[in-house]
C-alpha cells in the first residue's frame, strides 16, 4: 500500500506544480506537460495496467482543476499511460531510464496525448482545426522533453547509466 500512498503524493504534487509554478516559465504560450513525464516512469516503472489507472486519475485531477471538457483530459491520458506501457520490460527499466530513448518515449507519448486532446479540444473554432492542434502539439512536446532531460540526466546518473544507450 505504502508504494500507492507515495504516488498519490506525487501527483498531488505535480498538480501543485502545474498549476502554479508552471505557468511562470511558459514559452510562448505553451506550458510543457509535467504529467506525461511521471506516467512515462511509472509506465517504465511498473508496467502498463499502473500507467493506464495512472493516466485515468490524473487526466480526472486536471479535468477537476481546469473545469472544460470534462473528461477530456482523462480520456487523452488514460490512452498515453496505455501506449507508454507498452515499452515497460521488466529486465530494462533504468537502463530506460537514463537514456535517450527515455526522451523519446516522453516525445511518443505527449504527441499522442495531444493530438488527442487538442483534436477535440479545439473543435468548432474558426479556422483549420488541423494547424491548431498540431501547432499546440508540437510547441508543448518539444518543451515537455526539454524538461525530461532533467530526469534522464537524474536516472542515468543515479544508476550510473551512459545516456546514449
Request: charged share 10%.
Amino acid at each position: 500500500m505504502q508504494p500507492y500512498i507515495r504516488s498519490a503524493l506525487i501527483i498531488i504534487g505535480i498538480l501543485l506544480l502545474q498549476t502554479t509554478f508552471i505557468p511562470l516559465i511558459s514559452l510562448g504560450g505553451y506550458l510543457p506537460d509535467i504529467f506525461i513525464i511521471y506516467l512515462v516512469y511509472i509506465a517504465l516503472k511498473r508496467g502498463q495496467i499502473e500507467a493506464t489507472v495512472s493516466g485515468f486519475v490524473i487526466g480526472l485531477l486536471e479535468d477537476a482543476v481546469a473545469i472544460k471538457f470534462f473528461g477530456l483530459a482523462a480520456f487523452s491520458k488514460t490512452i498515453t499511460g496505455f501506449i507508454a506501457g507498452y515499452f515497460y520490460n521488466e529486465n530494462m527499466t533504468f537502463q530506460l531510464l537514463g537514456s535517450y530513448r527515455y526522451l523519446l518515449i516522453i516525445a511518443l507519448c505527449s504527441i499522442i496525448n495531444k493530438l488527442i486532446y487538442f483534436f477535440f479540444f479545439f473543435q468548432g473554432i474558426e479556422g483549420s482545426v488541423l494547424i491548431y492542434t498540431f501547432e499546440h502539439t508540437l510547441g508543448i512536446t518539444l518543451y515537455t522533453c526539454v524538461i525530461s532531460i532533467l530526469p534522464m540526466f537524474y536516472f542515468s546518473q543515479r544508476y550510473n547509466i551512459s545516456w546514449v544507450q
